[in-house]
Structures are given as structure tokens and as C-alpha cells.
């Protein structure tokens, strides 16, 4: 059984918890572990671990940064696959998909080593006679990430790298259900390098959530989640005061028109609906198909969802269980109520049978879905795909735009003119052409629009470097004495 407890300033915190949770294998539905969950005293060591730490870290030089940063890349490399393997026995999802989503936070990683371009600010010289104005950015103090179950190594990422390289130091919260592979990280930093204090995690739920929100040493809050914690955790930072990114839950939309090539939709929709289960916030759940070719798209879907092996995620599967058996239960209901609702279950995913009591739920595929049912108005976050039919593109838009989260969304045609009226029209943070999870490189910056996020910062890219500094102008006079400015004594020409 792992035991796995909060790491401040840079060591295991060998306290007693006084509350801790089971970790579970969604594979094989046993306890493998515990997790400590912190309090309110916790929080605060880990910020005042974070807070001295600060005083040093700031005044470190880029050079030093960035060789901290190269060297913690080289260290998640070598260390890939065992921290795929660390995501899979606690999140599910197969082995190949914790690679790719370890490869996906290490490009945050190398875009954080080019802090030193990064950080250069404006300047202006003779703004005025002899005054100059120039700009600089400041890291902000001890900062606050708190991460959702569904990415535990590469939502972590989207944020600690580029807070770090900016001179700030980090309190992470992973999610307790899997909190081992922010450890692993953990002891990289310090094999890196890194100072004790810089990088500090407090493992826990909602009291260690709420004790980061109101600490008046923690200078801004990262959050990624599900949309009323994200709301509730924009509310209650700002209100106490701080920058708050609050990045919230999802209903991807990928519209199919006539034109397009459907072997490529439909292999598109069977990899963003059910890669990692449906469990991706960038993950397709409602495709948008505009007729004539719905029948045509949803045979293609259904005769590739036959070869999706469902099963644990160590042993070849395609498709791995949900996170718990709660988890599964309430996607398995969507499907009740989907049906109950008048959806066609064209496939049903609660048939599937896996030996063992894994928290597996097969692929769904919906039919016929109206804007009113459940199904689609709710962010299901498991394997379900639902299909609707429409009759134009301008009632396909209608639907993506009127729906309450805008964070990812995906058009697959060949006419370039509809391509581009859409990217302009819809309504969306992150669009794909002809791409179904048009996840930005980590030179972007990462983001939704309307309940998929609260704040005006994206994760990552120059967004995530304004976030994690504060802007600073000096406006500069330097008296030259050649100049007829006072003789301050030094030597001067004839
Ligand atoms: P969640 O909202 O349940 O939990 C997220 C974090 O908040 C966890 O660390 C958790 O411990 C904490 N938390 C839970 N309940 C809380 C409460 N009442 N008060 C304070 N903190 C609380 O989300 P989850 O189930 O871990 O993750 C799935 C959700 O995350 C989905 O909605 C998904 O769309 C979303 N997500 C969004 C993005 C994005 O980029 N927009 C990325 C990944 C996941």
C-alpha cells in the first residue's frame, strides 16, 4: 500500500494526517494506497516553506533558472514512462495515453526554458529630453495550482514551469484520487536542482482548496476543474484578493458538413470520444452532423467502435475503466436518461462485460440527440458520443454558440471558405480544421470561452507569463552633466 503525504520544502511531511483518502486501481476497483489530506495548518507551512523560499528564488539569475529547467526536462524524459505508468494505475487510462499526456506538460517544460527571451521587457529612449521609459515583469510571490484528476502530470505542467521560470514558487494541490505522479515530479525538482521550497505540494479536498484561497501569502490561484468549483474558486480568490485562472468543464462540439471526408470524421470521432474514456476536457461528446450524411457518418462510427478493446490499461487495451465506480455509475445514468429522453442507443456501453471489478463502462454511441436532453446540455465526461442532426451550417453554429461551454470545438469539411466563416463565428476558445482536439502547442496559450473559464488568462504560452508577473514602467533620468545637468563631479570633456 503506497502512503502518500505532502512534500514542503523539499522533504516528505512526516506528520500524522489527521484525515487521508483511499487511492484506488480503476482497473481492478481495489485500494492500492492512501493519501493524506492537509488543513488549513498545512497550507500554511507549505506557504511559509514557499514564502522564504521566494526571497532567494526571485533573485536567482536566468542563467540559473534555466539550468534548472533543462536539467528537470532531461529528468522527465528518462522518466517518462515510469510516470505513465504511475498515471495509469491511479487515473486508468491506457499506458500510451499517460505518454502522451507526460510529452504534452514536458513542452511546457521547453517552452519554460526560454525564459530569459520570454522576459525581456520594452524600452524607450529620449520619451522626453534625457528621460527614458522601460518595462519589466516581476514574479508575483508563492502561487497556488490546483489540478483536476483527469490530467494529474500535464495540467500540473501547464502551469509550475512557467511559474517557476518566472521566479515565482509553487503550492500544488494535485486531485486526491491521483496525487503520485505530483510526487514523482517532486523529487525530479530537487534531483534538478531546484531549491527546497521552491516547488511544495499539499495533498487534500475541499479544506486545503479553501485554505490556498484566503491565504494572504499566496499571490494567485491556477485552477482547473469542473465548472461550479472553477466558479466558485474565481469567486472566492478574487474576492480575497488575488489574479485567479479558473479553467472549468466542457461540451465539445465537432460539426461534420456534407463536404467532408467521412473515413477521416469518423476515425476523428472515435479518437477524441473515447481516447482516455471520454475523461478529456478537450474530448469531443456531441458531433454536429449536417445532412444528408448522417446515417453514412454514424454506420462509419459504429463498425469502428466494434474494435475499441476496452480494458485495463496495462495489458494492450485501447480503452481504459473510468476514474471510480461513483464516476462510472453517473455516465452509465446519462445513458438511462439519454434513452429515457428519446436518443436512439445505437451502442451501449453499460453491456460491456470485463472480469474483475474494475470501473469499466464501454463506448456509447447516441443517436438522434435533441439540444433539450440531458445528455447534451450536461458535461457527461465519459465514453458516450452523442450525434445530432441538422439541416445547415448555420444551425450547426447556432448550437455550438448557444451552449454554456465554449472550450474546444472541431469543424471537418474540405471547403476552406466554411473552414475560415467558422473559425471567425463560432464562439469557442480552441478550434480544430479538420482537427478534432485542436489542443494548443505549449507556445499558445490553452483556454475556453464562456463557462469552460473564469479570469481573462489562458494556461501557458506568453499568457501564462503575463500571469505569473506583475508589469513594472520606470520612467528614468539620468542628469547629464555634458548636457548642462548638475556636475556631479565627473570627469568630463572639453
Ligand atoms: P473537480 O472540480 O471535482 O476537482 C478539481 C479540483 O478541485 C481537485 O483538486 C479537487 O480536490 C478540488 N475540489 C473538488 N471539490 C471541491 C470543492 N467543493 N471545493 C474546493 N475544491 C474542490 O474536477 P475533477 O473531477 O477532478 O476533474 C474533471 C473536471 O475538470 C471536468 O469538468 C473537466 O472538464 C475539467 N477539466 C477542465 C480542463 C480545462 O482545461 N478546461 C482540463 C481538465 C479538466
Not at 330 to 347: C, D, F, H, L
Request: charged fraction near 20%; charge should be negative.
Amino acid at each position: 500500500m503506497t502512503q502518500i503525504t505532502h512534500w514542503i520544502n523539499g522533504a516528505l511531511d512526516t506528520k500524522k494526517p489527521e484525515r487521508s483518502g483511499d487511492i484506488y486501481n480503476p482497473a481492478t476497483g481495489k485500494v492500492t494506497g492512501t493519501v493524506a489530506f492537509g488543513n488549513a495548518a498545512t497550507v500554511d507551512s507549505a506557504v511559509s516553506a514557499a514564502t522564504a523560499a521566494f526571497a532567494e528564488w526571485r533573485h536567482s539569475s536566468l542563467t540559473k533558472r534555466t539550468q534548472v529547467l533543462f536539467a528537470f526536462r532531461e529528468l522527465v524524459a528518462q522518466n517518462k514512462e515510469k510516470i505513465a505508468a504511475l498515471i495509469t494505475a491511479e487515473h486508468g487510462k491506457v499506458l500510451s495515453d499517460a505518454a502522451g499526456e507526460v510529452t504534452r506538460g514536458l513542452e511546457v517544460v521547453e517552452f519554460a526554458c526560454g525564459i530569459p527571451h520570454l522576459l525581456k521587457g520594452g524600452f524607450s529612449e529620449e520619451v522626453s529630453t534625457g528621460v527614458d521609459v522601460y518595462s519589466i515583469r516581476q514574479a508575483l510571490g508563492p502561487v497556488a495550482i490546483i489540478s483536476p484528476f483527469n490530467f494529474p502530470a500535464m495540467v500540473p505542467m501547464w502551469f509550475f514551469p512557467v511559474a517557476i521560470a518566472c521566479g515565482n514558487t509553487v503550492v500544488v494541490k494535485p486531485s486526491e484520487k491521483d496525487p503520485s505522479a505530483a510526487m514523482f515530479m517532486a523529487q525530479l525538482w530537487k534531483e534538478a536542482g531546484l531549491p527546497d521550497g521552491v516547488f511544495n505540494i499539499v495533498h487534500g479536498d475541499k479544506e486545503v482548496v479553501d485554505a490556498l484561497l484566503v491565504h494572504p501569502g499566496i499571490k494567485s490561484i491556477s485552477f482547473v476543474g469542473s465548472t461550479p468549483i472553477a466558479r466558485y474558486v474565481y469567486e472566492t480568490g478574487t474576492k480575497a484578493g488575488k489574479r485567479v485562472q479558473a479553467l472549468g468543464g466542457a461540451k465539445n462540439h465537432m460539426i461534420v458538413l456534407p463536404d467532408s471526408d467521412l473515413e477521416l470524421a469518423a476515425d476523428a470521432a472515435i479518437n477524441a470520444g473515447f481516447g482516455s474514456a471520454g475523461e478529456r476536457c478537450m474530448a469531443i461528446s456531441a458531433i454536429v452532423a449536417v445532412e444528408p450524411i448522417g446515417n453514412a457518418l454514424v454506420a462509419r462510427i459504429k463498425s469502428r467502435m466494434a474494435n475499441i478493446v476496452t480494458g485495463d490499461g496495462t495489458k494492450g487495451s485501447d480503452m481504459g475503466p473510468l476514474v471510480t465506480a461513483v464516476h462510472r455509475d453517473k455516465v452509465a445514468s446519462y445513458i438511462e436518461a439519454g434513452a429515457k429522453e428519446g436518443a436512439t442507443v445505437v451502442v451501449d456501453g453499460r453491456d460491456l462485460k470485463v472480469d474483475g471489478d474494475g470501473f469499466f463502462l464501454g463506448p456509447t454511441l447516441l443517436d438522434n440527440v435533441s439540444p433539450k436532453m440531458s445528455v447534451y446540455t450536461d458535461e457527461i465526461f465519459g465514453p458516450v458520443l452523442s450525434i445530432l442532426r441538422v439541416n445547415t451550417y448555420d444551425e450547426a453554429l447556432n448550437l455550438v454558440n448557444s451552449h454554456q461551454y465554449g472550450n474546444g470545438t472541431a469543424i471537418f469539411t474540405n471547403d476552406g471558405g466554411a473552414a475560415r466563416r467558422f473559425q471567425n463565428e463560432v464562439e469557442v476558445g480552441m478550434v480544430g480544421i479538420n482537427v478534432p482536439i485542436p489542443v494548443p502547442m505549449a507556445y499558445y496559450s490553452f483556454g475556453g470561452w464562456k463557462n469552460s473559464l473564469f479570469g481573462d488568462s489562458h494556461a501557458h504560452g506568453t499568457e501564462g507569463v503575463h500571469f505569473f508577473t506583475r508589469g513594472k514602467v520606470v520612467t528614468s533620468r539620468w542628469l547629464d552633466p555634458s548636457h548642462g545637468g548638475i556636475n556631479l563631479g565627473f570627469p568630463q570633456n572639453d
